[in-house]
């Protein structure tokens, strides 16, 4: 299993972005598929996440202002970021769980200028 994220780059604060997330398989063999965001020497954070049946959860930071979504014809998960802050600086990672193993992308990188 492949997940491609791209849509990461430079934007001003208060800008928008909007990434995506494409797995190389059916994603309706996942139970759960995330984004996580990781700052220069900070830890990895969940931003959001949804389950099969599409329920939502964000961190309280994004909340509000992110949206994550799932388009099962395309395979793919994005997540739509609003109102963008500085803070939002990170490379943003996907990933897909089954109940079995988590599989992970590559980063896609987001700079939001003050």
């Known amino acids: 299993v492949q997940l491609q994220a791209s849509g990461g780059g430079l934007v001003q604060t208060g800008g928008s972005l909007r990434l995506s997330c494409t797995t190389s398989t059916n994603i309706r063999g996942f139970n759960l598929m995330e984004w996580y965001r990781q700052a220069p020497g900070k830890q990895r954070d969940m931003v959001a996440t949804?389950?099969?049946?599409?329920?939502?959860d964000y961190a309280d930071s994004v909340k509000g202002r992110f949206t994550i979504s799932r388009d099962n014809a395309k395979n793919t998960v994005a997540l739509q970021m609003n109102s963008l802050k500085p803070e939002d600086t990170a490379v943003y990672y996907c990933?897909?769980?089954?109940?079995?193993?988590?599989?992970w992308g590559q980063g896609t990188l987001v700079t939001v200028s003050s």
């Open positions: 949804i389950t099969s049946g599409g329920g939502t």
């Open positions: 990933n897909a769980k089954t109940i079995f193993r988590t599989y």
